[in-house]
């Protein structure tokens, strides 16, 4: 990749790789070094198509809005679509100053075009995506961010009602609606296990 | 969470808002899991391990299996 990044989001169309957003280190002199500090969000996109690696990473549209992290993002066929996330409001990374976003774009391989989408049902952070049926994108896990993030509040005005993300919703691209299936994600549990032996299969999802 | 976890989520209370659930999380809503890595295979989806800061682990080694029913 043409430098180092963490937090970004993958996505895979074909034989392509799609490489998005994320904190990077943009230095010159040793690109692939990573520190933490002062790392910088990026929304930018690069590709990289395993049927021509001589080509190497290129770029593609960065995704819209501001930068962008930790956040939901799938490929259905030629188009990637990404949902929510965070970004940084300055270097430090905790606090009033990381920042949530609830919109959700998709990118037209073909078309090299974004195109907005409607919004995720809820500020989402650290959330996965998987795509179903070359239809349907199932997104579950991080946070669900529900304080109020206004400038004219106090941050005592806020109460703390940011809760982990047990939803599981479900994007369907054709529809371009989005659906949250009535069978929640457990909590995870808080009894000690052995790495490696903790599998749980938990109740059944009714049909998408 | 190890002695050093404290320290840090110490440091941070100071200088965070109430809502800040990265330091003031209320574990009895549920342990989440930030980050974890979901793929569906056929008619399964697998959800795999994340991040949970200020617990005993600070990582999840679970791996949680959905089906979909048709």
Redo the contacts between chains.
């Keep these: 990749m043409p430098y180092a990044r963490i ?1 970004p989001g993958l996505a895979v169309s074909g034989k392509t790789l799609i490489a998005a957003g994320g904190s990077v280190i943009f230095d010159k002199e040793n690109p692939l070094v990573f520190k933490s500090s002062p790392a910088v969000g990026t929304s930018n996109v690069q590709a990289l198509d395993l049927d021509n690696l001589e080509r190497g990473w290129y770029e593609l549209p960065p995704i819209p809005g501001t930068e962008r992290g ?1 956040f939901g993002i799938a490929a259905v066929g030629s188009r990637v679509y990404v949902f929510s996330g965070g970004y940084g409001k300055g270097y430090v990374n ?3 100053l ?1 920042g949530y976003h609830k919109d959700a774009y998709v990118l037209d391989l073909g078309k090299l075009r974004w195109r907005r989408l409607p919004d995720f049902p809820f500020r989402a ?2 959330i ?5 049926l070359d239809r349907y994108i ?6 669900k ?1 529900m ?1 109020q993030d206004r400038s004219d509040l106090l ?2 005005q ?9 939803e ?1 919703v479900v994007f369907d691209t054709q529809l371009e609606a989005y659906r949250t299936l009535p ?1 929640r ?6 009894e ?2 052995r ?14 | 969470m190890n002695e050093a976890g404290r320290e840090l989520i110490s440091g941070w209370k100071a200088n965070v808002p109430p809502y800040d659930w990265m330091t003031f999380y209320d574990f009895s809503k549920g342990i989440y899991r930030q980050s974890p890595k979901l793929r569906v295979i056929g008619d399964r989806f697998y959800l795999l391990g994340g991040d949970i800061v200020g617990t005993v682990k600070n990582a999840s080694d679970e791996l949680l299996v959905g089906t979909v029913v048709k």
């Excluded at chain 1, 996965?128 to 179903?132: N, T």
């Excluded at chain 1, 806020?158 to 047990?166: A, E, I, Y």
């Design positions: 937090w930790l905790y606090g009033d990381r952070h650290g996965d995506a998987a795509p179903y199932v997104l579950t896990g991080g946070m961010i304080h941050p005592e806020s109460p703390n009602t940011d809760s982990g993300n047990f599981v069978s994600v457990p909590p995870l549990s808080d000690r296990s790495p490696g032996t903790h599998l749980r299969v938990e109740s059944e999802c009714p049909a998408l």
